[in-house]
């Protein structure tokens, strides 16, 4: 195992923040001091403009609490993550539940013509207006689910800024959460509902992109180029899609911005080179101040 790095200096959000960690990045040859700085309030309101202050205080605290242990300490890696959020939740930091409400028309030009076939009882719950059982129909058997009758299928349907869906899905995020989030109170498995809170959707965010293979933080390493978000993007949704990559193309210029991606010193190097900073003076962030 890497030993963590030794925080060569204090680069978190503070008072003239962010002419101190400018001139920490001038001075500094060999390591980003903005690859670990904490997140701040105007840094997510640039990427999330209609989003209410306290979902802002929320998903930045725990942002910042938990970054280092699931090892979001590039650049590259703050960028990718909030631009797929950007996509996937929209600009109000809104942290989405699944709508399964399916008419007969809408379920098969999704699924298909043989949707009943593959999903049988699907059709029937879309003409009563059944929202349990077409998620219980139509993902029965799929990503670590039980069969219709177990209900894992709606119980584990897409929640949360990044979308995770099926109970397999559900337990190695969860795994990641308990082992890296500590002290967070968030079963994603026990109440999946938690995922649809800002607190809980920013955790399972985090867990998801630290579990999911192969790893996302090694494809953000790759750089900004819209191949590399394409990647990313299909990494995360499991497909692709024309309109939705492009959406999500759009959203980086943001965040590339904002993490200033093009600037980080450390951005050609190897992903081992990117070792939590050891977390020894216990500071909080105060987001009182902007580093984007």
């Known amino acids: 195992m890497t030993t963590p790095k030794q925080r060569p200096a204090d680069p978190k959000a503070q008072p003239a923040s962010n002419k101190t960690v400018d001139a920490l990045v001038a001075g500094c040859k060999e390591n980003c001091p903005r690859c670990h700085a904490k997140i701040t309030s105007d840094q997510l309101k640039t990427i999330f403009p209609n989003a209410p202050d306290d979902r802002v205080t929320i998903v930045r605290d725990m942002f910042n609490q938990y970054m280092e242990n699931v090892e979001i300490i590039r650049c590259l890696r703050k960028a990718h993550i909030f631009a797929q959020m950007r996509g996937e939740s929209g600009d109000a930091l809104n942290p989405v539940s699944e709508n399964l409400n399916y008419s007969r028309k809408r379920m098969t030009q999704v699924f298909g013509a043989g949707v009943d076939r593959r999903h049988p009882g699907a059709l029937a719950a879309a003409d009563s207006g059944d929202q349990e059982g077409i998620g219980n129909a139509l993902y029965a058997g799929s990503n670590g689910n039980g069969n219709a009758a177990s209900g894992d299928g709606y119980r584990y349907r897409g929640r949360g800024y990044i979308q995770i869906t099926g109970r397999g899905t559900y337990s ?121």
């Open 172 to 292: 190695g995020t969860q795994g990641v959460i308990t082992s890296k989030c500590a002290g967070s109170g968030i079963d994603v498995v026990t109440d999946p509902d938690e995922a649809s809170t800002p607190k809980g959707g920013i955790i399972s965010a985090m867990g998801y992109w630290y579990w999911k293979t192969p790893s996302l933080n090694r494809l953000a390493d790759l750089g900004d180029a819209a191949a590399t978000i394409n990647m990313v993007t299909h990494r995360v949704r499991g497909g692709t899609d024309a309109t939705i990559d492009a959406g999500r193309r759009t959203a980086y210029q943001t965040t590339m911005k904002v993490f200033r991606t093009p600037e980080c010193v450390d951005r050609d190097k190897p992903s081992s080179a990117a070792t939590p900073w050891v977390q020894s003076d216990g500071l909080q962030s105060s987001g009182a101040s902007s580093m984007a």
